[in-house]
């Protein structure tokens, strides 16, 4: 059974937005630390969202500040990324991944989807 599973992802011209889900087992859900990253080819995998459920506060990469929010529903076990105003260089694969902290590298995370690909054109 798959814990975490992705979704959400397409193609979209820059400046417009996509809402990716991220739906959990119940026991990942409630990681301390749930958080998305995203890996582009050719480069290391980035986090770009954090989300810590304790005490529910977000941090953002600065790449993404301003233009990413997230959200989860707990009804549905469900976390989102809604992503504003894309640009050439948010094209990537998206992954979500649960932790016991909002570690910065991906390296901390033990849980992990398949990703969803968002691919961004001018």
């Known amino acids: 059974q798959l814990q975490l599973v992705e979704s959400g992802g397409g193609s979209v011209q820059a400046g417009g937005s996509l809402r990716l889900s991220c739906e959990a087992s119940?026991?990942?859900?409630?990681?301390?630390?749930m958080a998305w990253f995203r890996q582009a080819p050719g480069k290391e995998r980035e986090g770009v969202a954090f989300l810590n459920t304790i005490v529910s506060s977000t941090r953002f990469a600065d790449s993404v500040k301003g233009r990413f929010t997230v959200s989860r529903d707990s009804a549905k076990y469900t976390m989102y990324l809604q992503m504003n105003s894309l640009e050439l260089e948010d094209t990537a694969m998206y992954y979500c991944a649960g932790a016991g902290a909002c570690y910065t590298s991906a390296e901390f995370y033990s849980v992990w989807g398949r990703g969803t690909q968002v691919t961004v054109s001018s």
């Open positions: 119940e026991r990942t859900y409630w990681s301390t630390c």
